[in-house]
């Protein structure tokens, strides 16, 4: 299983470094191997809409639902690796104190891949249109059905 993440980790890193080829007026749109439970893809597409609503509204706290409330939760971004959901609430609620550092969330799903089991990654892209001045990337998260509920348990942002 360390592999599986090692690779996933290797190829975001490889791909933050690439420019995205696609157009703005692409639609989310999504490789899905056909071996995929299209439940759990529904579902997790669902947790990623939900966030991008919460987002759009400043709503950090309601953002965080779609991640693992729990200390092992590990995000990946420019500032270097945080672990635990409380201090990645934090980084947000410093990186986005105001609507206009958050602005407006577009998320772009590349590819939904089922790892093993009830665990799957998705790759994309992520847009904020803000008065402040837009910002892109790309993440691969990993999500994890926890409960009954689809958590993300690492993110790779840059």
């Given at each position: 299983?360390?592999?599986?993440?090692?690779?996933?980790?290797?190829?975001?890193?490889?791909?933050?470094?690439?420019?995205?080829?696609?157009?703005?007026?692409?639609?989310?749109?999504?490789?899905?191997?056909?071996?995929?439970?299209?439940?759990?893809?529904?579902?997790?597409?669902e947790v990623?809409?939900?966030?991008?609503?919460?987002?759009?509204?400043?709503?950090?706290?309601?953002?965080?639902?779609?991640?693992?409330?729990?200390?092992?939760?590990?995000?990946?971004?420019?500032?270097?690796?945080?672990?635990?959901?409380?201090?990645?609430?934090?980084?947000?609620?410093?990186?986005?104190?105001?609507?206009?550092?958050?602005?407006?969330?577009?998320?772009?799903?590349?590819?939904?891949?089922?790892?093993?089991?009830?665990?799957?990654?998705?790759?994309?892209e992520y847009?904020?249109?803000?008065?402040?001045?837009?910002?892109?990337?790309?993440?691969?998260?990993?999500?994890?059905?926890?409960?009954?509920?689809?958590?993300?348990?690492?993110?790779?942002?840059?």
């Open positions: 299983m360390k592999f599986v993440y090692y690779i996933l980790v290797l190829t975001l890193l490889v791909s933050c470094q690439t420019e995205s080829k696609r157009s703005d007026n692409d639609t989310i749109s999504e490789v899905v191997s056909e071996d995929l439970n299209q439940d759990a893809v529904t579902a997790i597409k990623m809409s939900a966030q991008e609503v919460a987002w759009n509204n400043h709503d950090l706290e309601g953002f965080m639902k779609g991640y693992w409330t729990n200390e092992n939760l590990k995000f990946y971004g420019s500032n270097g690796l945080t672990k635990g959901w409380n201090n990645t609430l934090a980084n947000y609620k410093k990186g986005y104190p105001t609507k206009a550092e958050s602005g407006t969330l577009r998320f772009v799903i590349n590819d939904i891949s089922k790892i093993e089991n009830d665990n799957y990654w998705v790759m994309g847009h904020l249109t803000r008065d402040i001045g837009n910002a892109n990337g790309v993440f691969m998260i990993i999500f994890k059905k926890i409960n009954g509920h689809w958590k993300i348990v690492a993110d790779m942002s840059c």
